[in-house]
């Protein structure tokens, strides 16, 4: 069986590189195609009680330094930031990455796989829809930043 077949079942590796690769520029494209219209969405009530957890977490630890993966449009980053929390927000679209920055947010265009910051730079991750775009053995490298 060629190595780069796509394999299945629990365990087992499930694309080579170039088809990781394919399926993210396919989710690069399709962020970038839908950023405006989430622009507009409004946060649902229910990410707003977990932000003020988290937000409340964080303040009970002295913790005020944030990375954002998978920003989208920075809805959230931008009420995190309002709650005096120093955000970095990342996202794989360069539009997304655009709208962030309109809002004032520090914000990069970066794979959540392949993250270019020092282990310890963030005192905590947030990431609401965004890791199941990452593949499992790519996990606890993310957590460590």
Same mark, same amino acid.
């Given at each position: 069986?060629?190595?780069?077949?796509?394999? #299945?079942?629990?365990?087992?590796?499930?694309? /080579?590189?170039?088809? *990781? %690769?394919?399926?993210?520029?396919? =989710?690069? %494209?399709? &962020? !970038?195609?839908?950023? +405006?219209?989430?622009?507009?969405?409004?946060?649902?009530?229910?990410?707003?009680?977990?932000?003020?957890?988290?937000? !409340? *977490?964080?303040?009970?630890?002295?913790? $005020? +330094?944030?990375?954002?993966? #998978?920003?989208?449009? #920075?809805?959230?980053?931008? &009420? @995190?930031?309002? =709650?005096?929390?120093?955000? $970095?927000?990342?996202?794989? /679209?360069?539009?997304?990455?655009? =709208?962030?920055?309109?809002? #004032?947010? /520090?914000?990069?265009?970066?794979?959540?796989?392949?993250?270019?910051?020092?282990?310890? $730079? @963030?005192?905590?991750?947030? /990431?609401? !829809?965004?890791?199941?775009?990452?593949?499992? +053995?790519? =996990?606890?490298?993310?957590?460590? $930043?």
């Amino acid at each position: 069986m060629d190595e780069n077949a796509i394999k #299945g079942g629990r365990g087992k590796r499930f694309g /080579s590189e170039k088809v *990781e %690769e394919q399926l993210k520029n396919q =989710l690069k %494209e399709s &962020y !970038n195609k839908v950023a +405006k219209i989430r622009d507009k969405s409004p946060i649902q009530q229910w990410k707003i009680n977990e932000m003020n957890l988290f937000v !409340n *977490e964080l303040a009970d630890l002295g913790q $005020t +330094k944030l990375l954002d993966l #998978g920003a989208g449009p #920075g809805l959230q980053s931008l &009420y @995190f930031q309002q =709650l005096n929390i120093q955000v $970095t927000a990342i996202d794989l /679209s360069s539009e997304m990455v655009r =709208l962030c920055k309109e809002k #004032g947010i /520090s914000a990069h265009e970066m794979d959540l796989s392949n993250l270019q910051f020092e282990n310890g $730079t @963030f005192d905590a991750v947030w /990431s609401m !829809n965004s890791l199941l775009h990452v593949p499992k +053995k790519s =996990l606890r490298p993310i957590l460590k $930043t």
